[in-house]
């Protein structure tokens, strides 16, 4: 047994701030100088460093100074076939799919080139500070191979599966139902629980899918219970209708995977930007998820998601925040916590009642408001909340997989320094108070620089130079 | 004289490429092997290697390899006062001047506050590319004097002036009127194109500017008609109700400057968000220009503004792009593209009639597309015309200043070099389209790290570490 020590600055979550309005502190934990023993990867005890150290004296430890030391990001919605095409020109999400999207995705097919994404992909993921993601791969198994492979060779938690299409794409790009139920069915013999892989069955979208795609998900779900889902939702106005015209009997885009059995605990639907006050309801009411992508929700003009809807108490949906990488353009989640910050803001322009007396909601709008509590909340435990996997990570409570990053709160543009320093006067926070607002500048001053240090079971994958 | 010789793949504007739908490289220029040789920090000839160096055999040659040189950015709309508040949580614009920038501006009547700030916010713009800006002060003079003072000793072109309001804003904030114009006139007198020095007559905005303010700003533009005017304009729907409280003669917000004898030439209103076709129409007939920035307006949640509205050939308004530091949470130029692009995007599903098909407009939602090409000209030669200094700068033609930006296309996140590889397999760009593109991916995947060098008339004032 391999057992050691991280001493720091450490900030994490216990609750949903969403659940204590006005008092968002409820939900955090910080210790100001605190220490985290690990042994295997695991959290074994944590807390105030005087009193975790008086019970674990011989314990080696690594102080790492002058940070904010914070669960791994959890990216809840990444495609690994676009680590390259991120951030392609001029395209709504239909014609950006053809034109961009396809034919790089169908490189992967190829082992040396599927091989090498993955490797960039999760490079790219810890310099982001990112430890966990549900990913779709191509249509393809070999990408679906090559991620669990080298995942499991960085010993991350990784959620991903066999990404089915056979409808409104290329030729070579689709395959047949049955291809995609035999392919499953191997991969998730081969992967689903070996070592930290997750299985998801991946409709990629309703759009994408006829009924007997659908219908083969509906039998891996029931054949495999325990495995994950994952797809898209109600992105685009343009699909959304596709969506209907593909599957006239159903009402609503959530109604098509609904037909097919697939939704409830450990589904999740990516986007949800048009998703109706029902549609919010229902996914409430049996446990499934939204995947909130505000950078790719803006780069492809999609549109608002509406947080402070789905976060409204009278019908809370399960949520994890994602990139989407390449719809997404950014790989690091806080961009991803910059652009929602400011989806949010849009919002509460619309909800104040200046432009449109009647659609006044100042709850709804309160909601809106990503405070650095619920931005980072979002994109650890609640994001693992989301994924259904807090129970094996997401805060540092003893007993889950020690994974984390070292935050530089200075580290982003030139102009960050100066800025914290007004918070804690060139100082690292003293209060839990501190280190939010603190928290907040890495957010929307910040960026990617500011991950100094990725950790992945209790190992540093990642410095930065 | 020192003259100097600068070689290196250029790319620069001779044209706007939104005139020019189609065929946007008629408005470009690109030099894979150029030479640009400056002589006392301007431009004395610049062409392809071979040719210019024939003519200048005895020229010292610095040789910036690897990168792309194109003009310094140009930030049209910045408050230098609220450089170490930017990114501040939770509000909407009235609401976060009153609790974040007031008290910050407040400390610049110090004399050493607002010089640490001047030293601090030049290098923050430097850092960021930007050799040009368009900056707000304080409502005390003794901040435009450390700006002017400080952009003298870096031999930068700054456009700036006291920053009038006498209603809105704590008491201790605002100033008369009469103080206002005598100062105005003091500062013209010792900074009005001294060097690169150019002042700006500035109300802030309407709301905060009574008539005799506003008054006092049309004598100062009477008697000193080759000063520039720079203001807000329609930021925010309850801002814009508010003009028309505090002004209830006027039919629309660009009303009330015009009732004063400002809008015209020289005219920069920033933000725009709300102007109506008709206010557009009438910025358009008089050569004022609005200046667009994405960043502050989402991060403030103001809204979207019409890209291509303004940019309608029937009543093309000049333009220039600006942070809006602190509303805007970042210092770059290439954020400004990063959202700005964003908008146009978020614009245009609402212009595809796939929401309302009466709102459909093709035409307009081309214009909102912002290519690299509209982009990068409208931070360079785009911006410069809109700031009416396009005679001086923002492109590389003889008699111009040297300022200029090295950028490495490489620079950004994690993937972006895999990314660019896609484009140029790893070299340069060869062509002016590989060029373009691969700036579309420093816009969109990188960020102010591609920034390499920032050279100020000739000078590097800027090296990346």
């Given amino acids: 047994m391999t057992t050691v020590g991280i001493r720091g600055t450490f900030f994490d979550f216990v609750d949903d701030p969403w659940k204590h309005v006005g008092n968002e502190q409820a939900a955090a934990r910080f210790h100001q100088d605190g220490l985290m023993v690990v042994a295997d990867g695991v959290i074994e005890a944590f807390g105030p460093y005087e009193k975790i150290a008086a019970a674990h004296s011989s314990v080696e430890v690594t102080h790492i100074k002058d940070r904010i030391i914070v669960p791994g990001f959890i990216d809840g919605h990444i495609h690994l076939p676009q680590t390259r095409v991120l951030g392609a020109y001029g395209e709504q999400l239909l014609p950006w799919l053809q034109k961009w999207v396809y034919p790089e995705e169908l490189k992967y097919r190829d082992r040396n080139y599927a091989r090498e994404g993955a490797k960039r992909f999760l490079d790219a993921l810890l310099a982001s500070g990112t430890t966990t993601c549900q990913a779709f791969t191509s249509s393809s198994p070999v990408s679906t191979e090559e991620l669990f492979e080298e995942a499991a060779r960085r010993n991350m938690r990784v959620i991903a599966g066999l990404t089915g299409i056979d409808r409104n794409a290329p030729a070579d790009f689709i395959d047949t139902p049955e291809n995609f139920y035999r392919d499953s069915k191997r991969l998730i013999a081969q992967y689903h629980n070996k070592g930290r892989n997750l299985y998801a ?265």
Same sequence: chains 1, 2.
């Fill in 201 to 465: 069955i991946t409709p990629r979208f309703a759009f994408g899918a006829s009924p007997e795609l659908l219908k083969a998900c509906q039998r891996l779900k029931h054949e495999h219970p325990d495995c994950w889902v994952n797809t898209h939702i109600s992105e685009n106005p343009a699909e959304c209708s596709g969506v209907l015209v593909e599957h006239p009997d159903c009402q609503d885009y959530l109604g098509v995977y609904e037909k097919f059995g697939l939704v409830g605990p450990k589904f999740s639907g990516g986007h949800g930007v048009y998703l109706s006050n029902n549609e919010f309801r229902r996914m409430s009411k049996t446990g499934a998820a939204v995947v909130f992508c505000p950078c790719s929700n803006l780069f492809l003009g999609s549109g608002l998601f509406r947080l402070g809807r789905a976060t409204d108490p009278e019908h809370r949906v399960r949520m994890s925040f994602g990139t989407d990488v390449g719809g997404g353009n950014r790989f690091s989640m806080i961009s991803v916590l910059d652009d929602a910050y400011k989806v949010g803001m849009c919002n509460n322009t619309l909800l104040d009642g200046s432009i449109d007396p009647a659609r006044k909601d100042l709850a709804e709008a309160e909601r809106n408001k990503l405070s650095p509590y619920r931005g980072f909340w979002s994109i650890t435990l609640g994001g693992a909340e989301g994924l259904y996997i807090d129970d094996k990570l997401g805060n540092f409570e003893p007993g889950k997989e020690a994974d984390f990053v070292a935050l530089d709160p200075n580290g982003g543009q030139a102009a960050q320094a100066w800025h914290q320093s007004l918070i804690a006067d060139g100082a690292g926070p003293r209060t839990m108070d501190e280190a939010a607002s603190m928290l907040f500048a890495v957010m929307m001053v910040g960026d990617d620089r500011c991950v100094d240090e990725t950790w992945v079971m209790g190992k540093r994958l990642y410095k930065k130079n």
